[in-house]
Each structure stands twice: as C-alpha cells, then as structure tokens.
C-alpha cells in the first residue's frame, strides 16, 4: 500500500509569488489535513479536509488556502508569501470516518514539502 | 484550548541507557495520545498510541501509558540505540464534532552516543 505523497519535496520562491503544494493520501482515506513545521513555531496545524470540504482551519491567515479533489488528493497554496512561510509543509491522512466515537483513528504522514522562500 | 507539553531537549545518552521522555496535556474530554518520530529530512511516523485512559501503547520497545490521573503519556525504553536518534512528539488528537486536528508538543531531540 503506497504512503502518502506530497509533491515537489523542495520549493524555492521569491517574496510576494504563490506556491502551490500537493499531497496524495493511501489510497480510500478520506480525510487530509495539512501542518506547518517551523523551528519556532513547531507542528502547527493549517487545514483539514474530508469529502472535498474543509472541516476544521487553524490560525493561519488567509493567504493560506487548500482544497480537496474528489479522489481525496489535496492541494494547498500560499498567496503572497513571505520569509516567515519557510517551512517543512506536511500532509496526513487518515481513514476517520464521520462518526464521532470512531477513535481508532491515526494520521500517516508524508514527507514533507520544504518551502524556502527567498 | 487543548495543549501538550514535552520535556525540553535535547536528550543526549549513551547507547543502552533508559530513556524518559515527559509529556503532560491540557484537554477537555478524553484525547487519544499519540507519539512521534522524526528522523533527519522525514515527515512524522507514528510510534505508539492509546485512545483512553490506562492505555498502554507499546512499539519497537517504546512504551507509554495514558494517565488521567497526571494527564501524563510519558515516553519510556529500557535500552536505547543509536538508531534512536531522532525528534519525538507527543501529540492528542482534538476532535470537534467530527473534524480531527493534531496538536504537538514542542518537539525532543534525541542523541544517542554509541
């Protein structure tokens, strides 16, 4: 069973430009959820998505965005960006399904998107 | 809000010591508690878990044990390896009416000199 993928594994961009970063979860899990690692900040958790809609959003400003296909590939972008996105970007998935008492549930990460913007 | 914190690193230790890694939480109900590992230029892999209270999750002779008590999941091995080299974290899973979302602690670095 494949892991999940995140594409490119590094990005250099400039000030100011869009970045546009993909993950591809195990295949039949449903929902995906993005985090942003920094030395600083640590593991902070951007996004989540299940069945193409966004479900729970961290404290991220807007120029952050993502959205999820049909096939439950994600997709995340930042507009704008600014030195402070340098960062490892990491997608996971999992098999949670609606049900509120489901615990059994894990996230499988990917290895990461390093972004450095420059 | 829900919170998770690890002791601070970084652990440094010589090849077959015990290791302990702390980690207490700040939740309302009852989290699953997660913890893992990071190697050098990789994502994050899950090392163990427990999904209630005196919940033993155990791995490749990693054990923890969900306390509610101390709201602790501290982080044992009896003899650790070089290869144990590596980020930990701890984490508790905060679910709002369906919607999942991690939370981390800070991060330990692990050092193991053989």
């Known amino acids: 069973k494949a892991g999940v993928t995140q594409t490119p594994r590094y990005l250099i961009k400039t000030r100011g430009q869009q970045v546009t970063l993909s993950c591809s979860p195990i295949?039949?899990?449903?929902?995906v959820s993005w985090y942003q690692q920094t030395p600083g900040q640590g593991l902070q958790f951007l996004f989540e998505?299940?069945?193409?809609?966004?479900?729970n959003k961290g404290n991220f400003p807007g120029r952050f965005s993502g959205r999820q296909f049909s096939n439950s590939r994600s997709e995340m972008n930042v507009s704008t960006l600014e030195l402070g996105d340098s960062a490892l970007y990491l997608c996971?998935?999992?098999?949670?399904?609606?049900?509120?008492?489901?615990?059994?549930?894990?996230?499988?990460f990917g290895q990461g998107t390093r972004l450095t913007v420059v | 809000g829900n919170s998770v914190t690890q002791m601070e690193g970084p652990v440094t230790l010589s090849e077959e010591a015990f290791l302990t890694i702390n980690c207490t939480y700040t939740?309302?109900?009852?989290?699953?508690l997660f913890w893992y590992v990071q190697y050098p230029g990789e994502g994050l892999q899950l090392l163990l878990k427990?999904?209630?209270?005196?919940d033993k999750g155990s791995n490749k002779g990693f054990e923890a044990t969900y306390r509610k008590e101390t709201t602790s999941f501290h982080l044992e091995k009896g003899s650790v390896q070089v290869s144990d080299s590596a980020v930990y974290f701890c984490?508790?899973?905060?679910?709002?009416?369906?919607?999942?979302?991690?939370?981390f602690g800070q991060g330990t670095r692990l050092t193991i000199n053989p």
């Open positions: 295949s039949g899990h449903r929902s």
């Open positions: 939740a309302t109900g009852y989290p699953s």
């Open positions: 427990a999904t209630k209270a005196d």
């Open positions: 984490a508790l899973n905060e679910d709002r009416g369906g919607a999942q979302k991690l939370v």
């Open positions: 996971a998935s999992s098999s949670q399904r609606k049900l509120l008492w489901d615990m059994n549930t894990e996230a499988f």
């Open positions: 998505y299940f069945s193409e809609t966004q479900r």
